[in-house]
Structures are given as C-alpha cells and as structure tokens.
C-alpha cells in the first residue's frame, strides 16, 4: 500500500451532531445544505462539496452512500460545475437535491442557482434553479438548465417526495415573502404545478409526512447565522398549514442548526423522523457540522431534543427503526 494513501477508518457507532463526520477515507464529509435519499438498500447524501482544494472556477457536489446511516462511503464528486449560466465568478449553487425517477430510470438533481444580476447589489439577485441529470445515482450529473420555477424568485431549495412517490420542490420566494410548494412533472425534469404557497418567510424547507399529517420544517432568512427553526402541519399539502411554531427551545437557535431535510426511516418495529441540519461555519465554510437528530412528532407535534440538551451521540437500527443513545 501507499504510504501517501490515508489508512480506511474505523467503523463509526454513533452519529455525533456537532463533530467532525469523517468519511471511508477519514476525510470530514462534505456535503453541506443536503439531504438523503433512499435508492435500493441503500442511502445517499448529497451536498455542497466546499472542499479546500476544489477548483475555485467549479462548485462541486460530493455523493456518499450508506447502510446504517453512520458510516458514510464517498462516491465522488457528482457534479463539477463551472458557471453554466454565464453569471460572473462569484456564481453560487448551493442545497443539492436528487430525485430519482420511476418514469425514466435516471436521476434528476435540483439545486440553488445564483449570484449577482448586473448592476444588482445582492449576490443573490439571479434566484434561478438548476437542474442537472444523470444515468446512475452516483453516477456523473450534466447540466440540463435553470429556470425560475413557477415564474418566481427561488432561493433555498428543499425536497419532498410522498409515501406515493410524488415528487415536490419547495422553494423560497422573497419578493412574495413565503415559500412554494411545487408539484415536478413524471419525469422530475420541469415543475408542473403550484400545489401550496404558504406566507411564512422560511427557507431551508424540508417535509415529512407522519401518521396522515405533513410536517414542514424551515428556517427564518438570517443568512449562516443560526435562528429558531419552525415547523407548521396541514392535513394535505395544500393547506390550510397552521401558523409557524418552535421545535427547539428558541434559546438555542436550534442547538445552531439551520434545517435542510427531514428523513423518515420506517422500520418493522417503528418509524423515525429525523432532522438534518447543517451547523454552518460562516468564516470556514468547509468545516461546517451537521445536526442529525430524532424527532419526537406526533399528534401534529414536533420536538427536537424538548429538554433543551445539546443534542448527543445517537444511532438507528435501518431494519427496526429503533433509536438508541450513546
Ligand atoms: C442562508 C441559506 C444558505 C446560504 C446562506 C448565504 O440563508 O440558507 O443556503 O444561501 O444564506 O448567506
């Protein structure tokens, strides 16, 4: 062996919210404003690559895949894109999300398109999605397009997809000051339809649906500075979704999280919903955490770690759903 290469580490117990999250090759996991999705047997994370020797011409996507959840093998970087849109070089793809596709057997990644219109103040002023697609769900991702889904501004991304396999964008709108809830056509390459817009300015929007009620979770707009999360529930996705409310004592900024996903594991013995969340390092980006906890929901509530406690070392059972702390 390569006495350059980096020896594999050890296998992982517990997920630690908070700590460095090395991956099959020791290196800290990148993929950062991301979610998980189910492919096979198996559980894929995509996020923001900010590694620190990427290529400062080129934002990356990293892909890990996993069994347990808690050992994470990195697949790659999916996608390395170089300005596709022409925007300028401060350009900006951030919160990745891959939908897999039934209709067509490939692989369909949304993602957070921006950066400075001209003559504009805001670095954020294009507000576009991408779309990206691949053959394999680790596969290598080409750039399709970017539009404004629904004729709106759209910021933070999210992604849902039903117990029923429909797929949903959700995505911020400031100049409406809430967010969209966009149903993606059969072969998840456009938005057909508006199925909700809900006046709360939350960004970093997840959904789960739990026991025939949605729970969506997302962010105030404070940038990378943590705030207190909210979550609202409605009967169906359309509404009428109740008024925003806390799932973490508000004192704690959501333990200095900021939602990306919500990932329901439904096992023989139970179903866990657990956050994802990104602890956000605005001064060493790459170094950013992750918060990955339970959710204690139910009965259209939502708590993440009620006691108020920094959330600890926890794991899953994927087979039973059953919970266990360190
Ligand atoms: C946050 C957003 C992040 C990133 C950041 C930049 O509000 O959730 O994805 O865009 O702002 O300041």
């Given at each position: ?26 290196v800290?996991?990148?993929a ?16 923001e ?11 990356c ?5 996993s ?50 219109l ?17 053959d ?18 759209s ?11 429909e ?13 969209f ?16 817009f ?34 609202l ?94």
């Amino acid at each position: 062996m390569s006495a350059s290469r980096p020896s594999p580490a050890a296998p992982r117990r517990f997920i630690e919210p908070g700590q460095l999250w090395p991956d099959d090759r020791g290196v800290h996991i990148q993929a950062h404003g991301g979610a998980v999705v189910r492919h096979g047997d198996a559980w894929f994370w995509f996020g923001e690559d900010r590694s620190r020797d990427n290529d400062p011409a080129r934002r990356c996507i990293a892909c890990y895949v996993s069994r347990d959840l808690v050992n994470w093998t990195f697949r790659g970087q999916v996608l390395r894109l170089a300005d596709p849109e022409n925007i300028g070089p401060e350009w900006i793809l951030e919160r990745p999300k891959v939908y897999p596709c039934a209709q067509t057997g490939k692989f369909v990644m949304y993602f957070h398109l921006d950066g400075r219109l001209p003559g504009h103040w805001s670095r954020y002023s294009v507000a576009r999605v991408g779309v990206a697609i691949a053959d394999a769900i680790d596969g290598e991702y080409r750039f399709v397009r970017s539009f404004r889904p629904l004729g709106q501004e759209s910021r933070d991304i999210g992604q849902f997809i039903d117990d029923d396999g429909e797929a949903y964008l959700i995505f911020e709108s400031r100049p409406t000051k809430g967010f969209f809830i966009a149903r993606l056509t059969p072969d998840r390459l456009d938005v057909a339809e508006q199925v909700a817009f809900v006046a709360a300015p939350i960004e970093g929007g997840a959904i789960v649906r739990h026991d025939g009620l949605y729970y969506c979770i997302g962010s105030h707009l404070t940038g990378w500075w943590p705030n207190a999360n909210k979550f609202l529930t409605a009967e169906r996705l359309a509404g009428p979704w109740s008024e925003p409310r806390d799932f973490a004592p508000p004192e704690t900024a959501t333990f200095g999280s900021q939602s990306t996903n919500l990932l329901k594991i439904v096992g023989t013995k139970q179903t866990a919903v657990i956050y994802l969340g990104d602890i956000w390092r605005p001064y060493d980006l790459p170094d950013s955490r992750y918060l990955w906890h339970p959710l204690e929901i139910g009965g259209g509530q939502l708590h993440l770690e009620p006691r108020g406690w920094m959330p600890g070392p926890w794991s899953i059972d994927v087979q039973t759903g059953e919970v266990a702390y360190a």
